[in-house]
């Protein structure tokens, strides 16, 4: 078990500028911890190959570490693991790579170091045809033990997640900023479902904004951490290909739906596939059966039970009946004919979601699960 104090000098360590995580763990390497490192004197540390005096000077700054314990304490009032590379808890699949983090903060209960983990990620201008192979695959899925990961932005990332939460699967989201905000803010109540069979997972600090050049650092933990990456859908460039480049890079097994050849948000994924560096697939079952995973395992219904008596609110009522009238249905419509705030109606509605009564489509359209 790593200690505390340990702790608190490798949150320091991954806090100075310019010192990346392949740099910190030569220097943990060759010092013999992290403490041992922030503890040397100058002399010592620009003899280590790579470390320079500007370096050598921002180690030794006493600013990082004040950091560091204003971030252990937010970590113990907010309930925040924080995993260490050297923890047994860390992610051992992200952890073969020399990029892995050294620190990782995490929000959850769910089981990083489980049988099997599959990353989804795609576009997030989401499509209606996108919206769907997310939710069957995940139903093809769920009956194993899996873990979904993804990047809880807007689009694919979101709808993964969702569909998750729905069906009780484990689902962690991996995060480009710190704890201590969420982004997009949108995604709040969602990720608060996540944190009770799930959890929240990132390398940074808090204090941190949602930066563009975080996201890249963000995308290679989405790669490393799972066994199998699914692309959904994409354009040719983004933080989906991204991901996809960094899985391909750490041997993990890639694949992709594809789509017509001249939807832009199908680009990306047939992309991948006409380079091999993705496996085409149709659905959950050819995942399954290119992983060797049983298919049948576990699985007692091809589908989802419906549940006969769901116990609704007075709102939530009101925007069944609203739908069985008429599917699928624009959020303004709910905003006309509910005598609720927008606020209201958007809450009625996700809870819906959560219930597994209602689907959310691209364009704020919803429907009632058949």
Not at 16 to 41: D, F, M, P, Q
Not at 97 to 103: E, L, R, T, V
Not at 343 to 348: D, E, N, P, Q, R
Request: glycine share 6%; charged share 25%.
């Amino acid at each position: 078990m790593i200690s505390e104090n340990e702790i608190l000098n490798l949150i320091a360590l991954s806090k100075v500028k310019n010192v990346g995580s392949v740099t910190a763990k030569n220097l943990i390497s060759y010092c013999g911890s992290a403490e041992a490192v922030l503890k040397s004197k100058k002399h010592q540390l620009i003899r280590i190959p790579g470390i320079g005096e500007k370096t050598a000077d921002e180690l030794l700054s006493s600013v990082t570490l004040s950091l560091a314990e204003k971030e252990l304490n937010f970590s113990i009032k907010n309930e925040v693991k924080i995993l260490s590379y050297l923890d047994k808890r860390f992610p051992y699949r992200l952890n073969r790579y020399p990029d892995a983090p050294i620190i990782l903060f995490y929000k959850g209960n769910a089981d990083l170091n489980c049988d099997k983990i599959v990353s989804i990620v795609g576009t997030r201008a989401i499509t209606n045809y996108g919206q769907s192979l997310v939710d069957e695959l995940i139903m093809d899925i769920k009956h194993l033990d899996i873990l979904v990961c993804s990047g809880l932005a807007y689009g694919v990332d979101s709808a993964a997640h969702r569909k998750c939460v729905v069906e009780e699967i484990n689902t962690v989201g991996v995060l480009g900023h710190g704890l201590d905000i969420l982004y997009p803010s949108e995604n709040k109540t969602l990720a608060n479902k996540m944190i009770t069979k799930g959890g929240l997972l990132t390398e940074f600090g808090i204090e941190t904004r949602p930066d563009r050049e975080n996201f890249p650092m963000r995308n290679r933990i989405v790669a490393g951490i799972c066994d199998a990456l699914v692309v959904v859908e994409t354009k040719e460039e983004g933080g989906s290909m991204i991901t996809a480049e960094y899985a391909f890079e750490y041997n993990k097994d890639v694949f992709a739906f594809p789509g017509r050849v001249n939807d832009v948000f199908s680009k990306g994924s047939n992309k991948l596939i006409k380079s091999n560096k993705a496996q085409l697939i149709e659905n959950g079952n050819d995942l399954l059966k290119a992983m060797s995973w049983d298919l049948n395992k576990g699985k007692e219904k091809s589908e989802r039970e419906k549940l006969l008596f769901i116990e609704l609110t007075e709102p939530e009522q009101e925007v069944v009946n609203i739908l069985r009238e008429s599917s699928p249905v624009h959020i303004d419509v709910f905003y006309n004919k509910m005598n609720l705030s927008p606020g209201m109606i958007a809450s009625v509605l996700l809870e819906l979601e959560f219930k597994g009564l209602l689907n959310e489509q691209p364009g704020k359209r919803y429907t009632l699960v058949n």
